[in-house]
C-alpha cells in the first residue's frame, strides 16, 4: 500500500453523517500515514447515523472559519442522508469544497456526499457515482453517471455506499499519494 506519510485530509461533515464512511476512510488514511482533521460547521462534537439510528458522536478538530483548503492536501466529504444536505446550503462549505477543485487537490465523497459537489456547481463533465437515490441528481447536474463501487476522475473519487468502502478506502489512498491533478480545475466555474 502506498505511504501517505506528511499528507493532510480535510473530513468536512457535520450532524448526520453516515457513521462508517467517515470511520472506515479516516481509519485507511491515518493506517497509510496522513494527519485527517474533522472539519465541520461549528466546534464540539457531531454525531453520526448508522442509516436511521443515531451513532457516536465524533469530536470535531476544527471549524470551516479556522481552516482554508490550502492547509490540506486533499478533501473527504462522507455521506448520510443529513450531513449532506446542511452542508449544501452552506456557503462556506460549497467554497471549501470548491477551493480543493480550484488548488487541483484529490477530492474524496461516498453515498450522498456528492450533493455537496453538485450545489457547488463541481460536477458537470466529470465521471462519478453515488447512492443511488442522487445518481440522477449527479446527472441533472451535468455529471457523467456509472453504477460502479469506485469511480476515478483526475482526482475525483467517489463511490455509491458502505458495500464499496474496501474499494473507496483503497483508491483515496492511492489518489491521495499521487497528489495535485491539474484536471481537477476544469470543474471550477469562473
Known amino acids: 500500500m502506498p505511504k501517505a506519510d506528511g499528507k493532510t485530509v480535510a473530513i468536512l461533515a457535520t450532524d448526520g453523517f453516515e457513521e462508517v464512511e467517515l470511520t472506515s476512510p479516516k481509519e485507511a488514511l491515518e493506517n497509510a500515514g496522513a494527519t485527517v482533521t474533522i472539519v465541520s460547521l461549528e466546534s464540539g462534537e457531531i454525531e453520526a447515523h448508522q442509516h436511521r439510528e443515531k451513532g457516536k458522536k465524533v469530536k470535531v478538530d476544527k471549524t470551516l472559519d479556522d481552516v482554508k483548503a490550502e492547509d490540506f492536501d486533499a478533501l473527504l466529504v462522507p455521506g448520510g442522508l443529513f450531513n449532506p444536505d446542511a452542508l449544501r446550503v452552506e456557503q462556506k462549505a460549497r467554497d471549501f469544497a470548491s477551493a480543493f477543485f480550484a488548488q487541483a ?68 489512498v492511492e489518489e491521495l499519494c499521487e497528489g495535485k491533478h491539474e484536471a481537477q480545475k476544469q470543474s471550477v466555474v469562473a
Open 105 to 172: 487537490k484529490p477530492v474524496f465523497s461516498i453515498c450522498h456526499g456528492p450533493q455537496l459537489l453538485i450545489s457547488a456547481g463541481l460536477v458537470e463533465g466529470r465521471k462519478m457515482t453515488g447512492f443511488k437515490a442522487i445518481q440522477q441528481d449527479l446527472a441533472n447536474a451535468g455529471a457523467v453517471v456509472t453504477d460502479e463501487e469506485v469511480v476515478v476522475d483526475k482526482g475525483l473519487v467517489t463511490s455509491r455506499d458502505p458495500g464499496d468502502l474496501d474499494a473507496f478506502n483503497k483508491k483515496i
